[in-house]
């Protein structure tokens, strides 16, 4: 079967553990002949807050579980110094399969930005997702996730510090999130020593904007 993106494989359920399933059996692009496995979102389907990532990484991709590795350790220290509980937040990725390349020795696996014929092409599951849990408010970490939802000539940086909505044509049916974005944890972690801190401290302010975009909206 000739498949141009996810929506086949999608049900018509709104269940994260029914959707988590199905997406394993997933043929919506060829990103699963190489990943161990699909990584699908994790958190409660009552989560007000969400967190949608690029894409899993090595780590991610043996365990099964979004934001495990260095990337999910970093951004777990920005929500605690942001004063966001992670618990009660649903976090994914734009993409639901590792993408890489083989270092030219040895067995590390080196992460490779998804295309947008393949962001696209996994979208059925990112807005499936949305709608199933439905939250008040989503932050999309970094530009593939940003340009997945907001279109691909958004451009992050110009809005950082803003409350975005979803385009009509890329928002659920009733579903109308604010919308925040922010860099990718592994941004931090890959730029310049020198700049690490002050790079930390902006993803902690957006994270902190975008919790007290919810105790507005309680």
């Not at 919506?28 to 899993?56: I, K, N, S």
């Not at 979208?123 to 940003?146: F, I, N, Q, Y």
Request: hydrophobic letters at 40%.
């Amino acid at each position: 079967m000739d498949v141009a993106d996810a929506w086949p494989f999608v049900p018509h359920s709104r269940e994260l553990t029914e959707l988590a399933a199905a997406a394993r059996r997933c043929r919506g692009c060829d990103l699963y002949r190489d990943a161990v496995q699909t990584v699908f979102g994790a958190g409660p389907r009552a989560a007000r807050l969400m967190l949608v990532g690029e894409q899993p990484g090595d780590q991610e991709d043996r365990a099964g579980e979004p934001f495990v590795g260095p990337a999910g350790r970093l951004l777990d220290k920005a929500l605690r110094a942001a004063s966001v509980d992670r618990d009660p937040v649903y976090v994914t990725n734009a993409v639901k399969h590792f993408k890489f390349t083989h270092a030219e020795r040895g067995k590390r696996r080196i992460h490779q930005t998804p295309t947008r014929t393949e962001v696209v092409a996994c979208r059925p599951w990112l807005l499936a997702e949305l709608s199933a849990v439905a939250p008040d408010v989503l932050v999309l970490l970094g530009a593939t996730a940003a340009k997945s939802l907001l279109g691909s000539a958004f451009r992050l940086t110009a809005h950082r510090g803003e409350v975005l909505a979803l385009p009509d044509d890329q928002a659920p049916p009733g579903i109308d999130p604010q919308v925040v974005v922010t860099v990718h944890p592994s941004s931090v972690l890959r730029g310049p020593p020198s700049r690490r801190d002050q790079a930390f401290e902006g993803l902690v302010s957006d994270l902190r904007f975008a919790a007290g975009l919810l105790e507005g909206s309680a």
